[in-house]
């Protein structure tokens, strides 16, 4: 079952892969043994959970794919976002300044992992929140991340190295590969229309 996860995942990322490129992959990470897995059993398996290349081009067609992909244990695969918040009066001389959300989800359990707002947007957030999800629920196998410049970094490239972790990150304009992360962004929403009606002053209230 995880080696069938790990293609089903190389699949994802690259949707024109073959069964065959998929196994060389495969054999090259170390996953498998050179020449344990046959290519017709692999091509059978993946149809049988959705993913062979028939299905990958009517899911590109559709946009359905996201919604059919999910790991099956915890730490497989985290996803992560950055959402713009309210304007709070924290800055200089009490002037409003606006907060910025960096959450950490758990694909297969959709648990928060970490989430924290922050009053600055640059790298240094994503480095936190990573930072402080990792010492709490340990080291994920892979992790996936939007094309903004706060994700690509070369700290974050160097940390997932040390760690074993795979980077991975969304296609440009697929918000759809995102679904999971999107569909708890409309709870952080309904949370949003309570803060403004309570007008907090602090970032910590």
């Not at 700290?155 to 074993?164: A, V």
């Not at 296609?171 to 709870?187: D, H, L, M, T, V």
Request: hydrophobic share 35%; aromatic share 10%; proline share 4%.
């Amino acid at each position: 079952d995880e080696i069938l996860e790990e293609a089903i995942l190389l699949r994802r990322e690259v949707p024109s892969r073959s069964v065959s490129q998929i196994i060389r992959i495969l054999e090259w990470e170390g996953k498998v043994a050179p020449g344990e897995i046959r290519r017709t059993t692999l091509q059978e398996k993946l149809a049988r959970r959705g993913y062979s290349a028939g299905h990958m081009r009517m899911y590109a067609e559709t946009g359905v794919a996201a919604r059919r992909f999910q790991r099956r244990h915890r730490n497989q695969l985290w996803q992560s976002d950055i959402k713009f918040g309210p304007y709070l009066p924290i800055g200089t001389n009490g002037s409003k300044q606006q907060v910025y959300l960096v959450v950490m989800l758990d694909d297969a359990t959709r648990f928060v992992l970490h989430g924290r707002f922050y009053p600055t947007l640059d790298q240094t957030i994503v480095e936190d929140c990573f930072r402080q999800a990792v010492q709490k629920h340990g080291i994920p196998e892979a992790i996936y991340f939007d094309n903004g410049k706060q994700f690509r970094t070369k700290w974050m490239t160097r940390t997932c190295s040390k760690l074993g972790t795979r980077l991975l990150y969304a296609k440009p304009y697929a918000p759809e590969s995102k679904g999971k992360i999107e569909r708890f962004n409309r709870i952080v929403d309904s949370f949003l229309d309570e803060v403004a009606a309570a007008k907090p002053k602090t970032l910590e209230q």
